[in-house]
């Protein structure tokens, strides 16, 4: 399901509580931020009242950024992630963007091993970027561009 605009903005907080520890949480403010950026939309799983995962993006240009991707803890290793990449990446597309560029932690072995997965590379690095001193990897994949119909 493809939600836009300020109305997502506080189930998508809700759910992002729900994958995220506490201290990387996005309240409702944040969300509503975001969401009101030009090219900014999310991804959920069905269409039900309790999606399990969600993941959000910004195209801008002929580019997109993964802004957030998580997974309820209860629905993890099932493939939800990887489906929710492939239908953000197809959107993405769809609203003119060749390339999806994101950053991840370092200490994030679990979403390295996704992105991988997936397809992603490797195509920088922000050396301390989080708080705790971190490095943030910035990673890319290529987006294949819908048929052009005319
Ligand atoms: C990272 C996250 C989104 C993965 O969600 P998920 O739905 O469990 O991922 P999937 O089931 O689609 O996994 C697809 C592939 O990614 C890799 N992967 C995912 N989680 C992994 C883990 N914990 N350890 C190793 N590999 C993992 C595997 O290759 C997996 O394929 P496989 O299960 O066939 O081996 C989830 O763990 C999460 O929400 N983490 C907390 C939030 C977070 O860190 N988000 C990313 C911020 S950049």
């Keep these: 399901m493809i939600l836009t605009g300020p109305d997502a903005a506080a189930p998508l907080a809700a759910l992002h509580g729900a994958c995220f520890p506490l201290a990387e949480r996005?309240?409702?403010?944040?969300?509503?931020?975001?969401?009101?950026?030009?090219?900014?939309?999310?991804?959920?799983?069905?269409?039900?009242?309790?999606?399990?995962?969600?993941?959000l993006a910004r195209v801008a240009a002929d580019e997109a950024e993964l802004l957030t991707l998580g997974v309820r803890p209860v629905a993890r290793r099932r493939g939800l992630a990887r489906a929710l990449l492939h239908r953000l990446g197809a959107e993405a597309a769809r609203r003119g963007a060749?390339?999806?560029?994101?950053?991840?932690?370092?200490?994030?072995?679990?979403?390295?091993?996704?992105?991988?997965?997936?397809?992603?590379?490797?195509?920088?690095?922000?050396?301390?970027?989080?708080?705790?001193?971190?490095?943030?990897?910035?990673?890319?994949r290529r987006l294949?561009?819908?048929?052009?119909?005319v």
Excluded: H
């Design 26 to 55: 996005w309240d409702r403010a944040a969300m509503a931020e975001l969401l009101a950026m030009p090219g900014c939309f999310a991804v959920t799983d069905g269409a039900g009242a309790e999606p399990s995962g969600l993941a």
């Design 98 to 140: 060749g390339a999806l560029f994101l950053e991840v932690a370092v200490a994030n072995p679990p979403a390295l091993a996704l992105y991988r997965a997936v397809g992603f590379a490797e195509v920088g690095r922000r050396r301390r970027y989080y708080p705790d001193g971190g490095d943030a990897l910035i990673l890319a």
């Design 144 to 149: 294949d561009r819908p048929v052009s119909t």
